[in-house]
């Protein structure tokens, strides 16, 4: 995927940071990896991503560590041997950058995500759309069931949605899906929730004569599907098993762990031993995020018909011709400090990658109409003299100043654009060009979600963006 050239940005003298690489070509292959090295034995010793890059500022590689300095380290020793698929990326890396994580979870979610957004060439695994799990918890059956999924939208391939997954808690994504497994299986000894896809109606006189199955012999269901549970008792264990789950479980491993220690005092080493994979496998429940992190959006995003939502924004806009190509523009920074842009490209509602931008920008700082106008013309330059075709509509992340401050950068070009719009966020209001009234769709509104899903892209596109620019400059500070 193309960047914007992450070339060094030089203080107000016109020198360079005082970590920046040396030119390329100005030192030898092995000055150069000792170079590397030497920097990489400094690194923070924590958990985090690290990001191999030539010298052009393109990120070729990225990977995570438990321990940065001793993971990174071991490209650049002499005796490194990465195998025939990785080995010519040394005769590439320039530099590096690197970003912090909070534990191994984080740093494998992280990953996973770069990986996905910029493609690098060296790695050939996380490109596809497989995802980490997650656990779902339903809530509008008589008797919720408890599964693991990674499809947390409940999309069917027809674009409809099971109807089970509507309002269902939904607790992940998990990094370690058979740890997840091997810890549902330990609560549901617990707990007793049911895991099967029966459809299991209160009072239906068809339950007493329901056979269950074997998790009801060995203790680890109440049978709601045998009319063995009442729907509150069945309820009640099931919002506790809810509480768990948010809680750190602490009391339930306290106990688990002094089990093991009285199994391991009376030579009882295989129970022992299933007690400390059943601990190990509780703990890593911690080792989960958040849907609202947003580190899948490919697979938590609700199902949205691109085809019925861009004939739904066509007569919201008033336009003649069809939408066939969207672009959003979007700015991300910390109190003005590495300010970025981002640009991704929308072809019949579905994303086309190879389109998308990054922009560094370097004529504003704490200035987001500054940022968007230099955006927008280095973006639309040549569409506005005729030499390249503009979207059908471009969509600006914000509002009404964010809408004039494009406005103002295609104002001098000699050619305009079909449609400029913005897409301010909580009240979700478009505003057009020419109109003083913004508009405001229902939030079912298939146009308007389909503006959600591509101003959300762009926005995470450009953050990911400025986390790797800000946590470079965070280090070079301390």
Known sequence: MPDDPDHPITDADGLLPSDAPPAWGSESR??????????????????GVYLMKDHKGVVVYVGKAANLPDRVASYFVPSADLGHKKQPMLELVHDFDILLCEGEWEALLTENRLIKDTRPRFNVRLVDDKTFPYLVITTREDFPRVFVTRNPSGTREDGTTWDYMKGARIFGPFTNAGALREAVQI??????????????????????????????????????????????????????????LGSKRSAMLRDMRQEMQQAA?????????????????????????????????ESELSYIDPAKGLRSLQRTLGLDEPIRCIEAIDIAHLQGGETVGSKVCFVDGRPLKNEYRRYRIKTADN????????????????????????????????????LHAALEALRDMTVKPPMVISLAKKEEL????????????????????????????????AQHYHHILRTKKTLNED
Do not use: M
């Open 430 to 461: 478009i505003f057009v060009q020419k109109r003083t009234e913004p508009i405001r769709l229902g939030r079912e509104n298939p146009g308007l979600r389909v503006c959600q899903a591509i101003r959300d892209e762009a926005h995470r596109f």
């Open 265 to 297: 005092v009376e030579l009882r080493f295989e129970k022992a031993a299933t007690l400390r994979d059943q601990v190990r496998a509780l703990e890593k429940l911690e080792e989960r995020a958040s849907r609202s992190d947003g580190w899948q959006p």
């Open 187 to 244: 609560l549901q000894r617990v707990f007793k929730f049911r895991t099967c896809k029966l459809d299991i109606i209160e009072n239906d006189p068809k339950n007493r004569y329901f056979r269950p199955c074997l998790l009801y012999s060995i203790g680890q269901c109440t049978a709601p599907c045998a009319d063995k549970v009442s729907k509150d008792a069945y309820r009640e264990d099931v919002d506790r098993f809810v509480r768990c």
């Open 30 to 47: 092995e000055e150069r990896l000792r170079r590397l090295l030497d920097k990489s034995r400094t690194l923070p010793r924590s958990p």
């Open 367 to 402: 200035d987001d109409y500054a940022s968007i106008r230099e955006v927008v013309s280095r973006r639309y330059r040549d569409a506005g003299e005729g030499h390249e075709l503009y979207p059908d509509v471009i969509l600006i992340d914000g509002g009404l100043g964010q």
